[in-house]
């Protein structure tokens, strides 16, 4: 089931509302309870046969995190624990590489040897790449004692919570818990103001802005998939037009999972900061999938920066140490973990080489962002001006260079992506019939439209930054309304324009929507 249904919106949430407050008015318990039900129907809806792939995969993971927990209090068993840990990290990626990466291997294989391994269609289970990054999270927690004691009460309901179980946002139990053994599970007029707001913002971004524009930008990219070549104005069009189609529909269901949390009185983490208007690309990724990034960061960057760190000191090497970090410094200890994480992220995103080629772009484009400012010149403008134009042209770079990997991200094969990139290029001319001049001034339209939304418009957490739509967002220190000309509040206006933005999202329903998102 997702969020962008008819049957959610009219059938499952409410009755899951009305359940989860009236059970809240005698048992805070039987409302959780009701709640863990609630979430295995959910996840079950669309195909049952899912439920019983992920179930043995939660069981295991509970017996290993209760072991975990229980060798924790032992003296002296620091090994064991450490090798159980790697056993219950080995077993949530075997799990999620036979479903996702099994028929990858396979054809790789078949590519580089000759060989004739039959590929068999897998259906991913729902979320499955989000389910295992927080199963792991959850162990590494439980073995570094960040997490003192659970019940499998509180296990389920970690696990299964429906608002961020199919795509995110990447929860830590230690967030989200908490949360619900504070909670009254009763009716809350401003919790449901916020949740209201934050899930038809959301819904809106996502049925009418980015499927709004997913039909000219797919045309291009299919067309290009069929073989034919893109010139210059297409292929820019196209370029951009998905990289705000995916912002767009990543961002609106990240909005419609924390409003939809919002409902039960938890507040989830951000997970976007309007990422387009960066002006390097590691402040990017600190606005793009943020939860994401603080789980790559936490779990794999940092633990292997640290023992390559360790290891240079170990043979009397220097560590990156600012303007003074020596070349092999830099290579070893940020471009090689760097490249590797950004390698997997790709990999995570999707079985193929392009989600690999698009994960390495970006680790290219974060070794070079950290290259220059540990070597590149230290320029004080002379002028205010020069300073602006020095902003402008870091945002116009950063924004350039993720619309091209984007290409990557969006192509279906190699040669597809090779025409747009060639066509941005204007290698194939400036335009072509691939687009007719008609749909040309539309497509143009939309793609005009949503770069004002993403880069003039307050997003939404700013809007409603004084109810902390989500966890640690609030009024940034010294800013006053004057900063933030538009702020959302409780009031008659705002009930008008959310009851309209409510109505087109809900009539554009009936139409193909997807989350581009949904089967990561």
């Not at 069009?237 to 009185?265: E, N, P, V």
């Amino acid at each position: 089931m997702l969020f962008n249904s008819y049957e959610f919106i009219f059938a499952f949430l409410p009755i899951v509302l009305a359940g989860f407050y009236a059970l809240g008015r005698r048992s805070p318990t039987w409302a959780v309870r009701w709640l863990i039900l609630a979430s295995v129907f959910f996840y079950a809806w669309w195909r049952p046969f899912n439920l019983l792939i992920l179930a043995p995969s939660i069981l295991i993971n509970l017996i290993v995190a209760r072991t975990l927990r229980r060798l924790g209090d032992t003296p002296g068993r620091g090994t064991a624990s450490a090798w159980l840990l790697a056993a219950g990290i080995g077993f949530n990626l075997a799990f999620l590489g036979y479903f996702k990466y099994r028929n990858f291997f396979l054809g790789s294989v078949n590519d580089a040897l000759g060989t004739t391994f039959v590929l068999t269609h897998l259906i991913l289970p729902l979320g499955i790449s989000f389910v295992t990054f927080q199963k792991i999270a959850f162990l590494i927690d439980v073995h570094a004692r960040r997490i003192e004691k659970f019940s499998i009460q509180d296990y389920c309901l970690f696990v299964l919570f429906f608002p961020q179980l199919i795509a995110g946002p990447i929860v830590h139990y230690r967030e989200l818990m908490p949360q619900f053994r504070k909670a009254t599970c009763r009716f809350d007029a401003n919790d449901v103001s916020v949740a209201l707001t934050l899930f038809f913002m959301g819904l809106f971004k996502k049925v009418v802005l980015a499927d709004g524009i997913a039909p000219a930008v797919s045309a291009i990219y299919d067309q290009a998939a069929n073989g034919a070549t893109i010139a210059l104005v297409p292929a820019w069009l196209a370029a951009i037009g998905f990289t705000l189609q995916i912002y767009f529909d990543f961002s609106g269901y990240s909005d419609m999972a924390i409003g939809a949390a919002r409902f039960f009185g938890v507040r989830l983490p951000p997970n976007f900061d309007s990422p387009l208007r960066a002006t390097n690309i590691i402040d990017f990724w600190l606005r793009w999938h943020m939860t994401l990034t603080r789980f790559l960061t936490a779990y794999v960057y940092n633990p292997l920066l640290l023992t390559l760190t360790r290891r240079r000191l170990a043979k009397g090497l220097p560590p990156v140490g600012g303007r003074r970090t020596t070349p092999g410094a830099f290579f070893n200890l940020l471009v090689f973990p760097t490249m590797l994480t950004m390698l997997l992220s790709g990999l995570w995103h999707g079985a193929g080489y392009l989600f690999v080629v698009w994960g390495g772009l970006h680790g290219a484009y974060l070794s070079i962002n950290h290259a220059w400012r540990l070597f590149g010149p230290r320029v004080k403008p002379a002028s205010r001006a020069l300073a602006v134009a020095g902003t402008a042209a870091a945002f116009l770079l950063t924004f350039l260079s993720v619309t091209v990997a984007m290409v990557f991200f969006r192509s279906e094969t190699w040669g597809a992506a090779e025409r747009i990139v060639s066509g941005l290029t204007g290698a194939h001319g400036f335009t072509n019939s691939v687009l007719r001049a008609r749909d040309a001034m539309v497509l143009g339209r939309w793609v005009v439209g949503l770069l004002f939304v993403a880069l003039a418009l307050p997003n939404t957490m700013r809007l409603l930054d004084r109810y902390e739509p989500a966890l640690g967002i609030q009024p940034r220190p010294g800013e006053t309304r004057l900063d933030v000309p538009v702020s959302w509040a409780p009031s008659p206006v705002w009930t008008v324009a959310l009851a309209a933005l409510a109505a087109v999202a809900i009539v554009r329903l009936s139409g193909p929507s997807e989350f581009l998102y949904w089967q990561f």
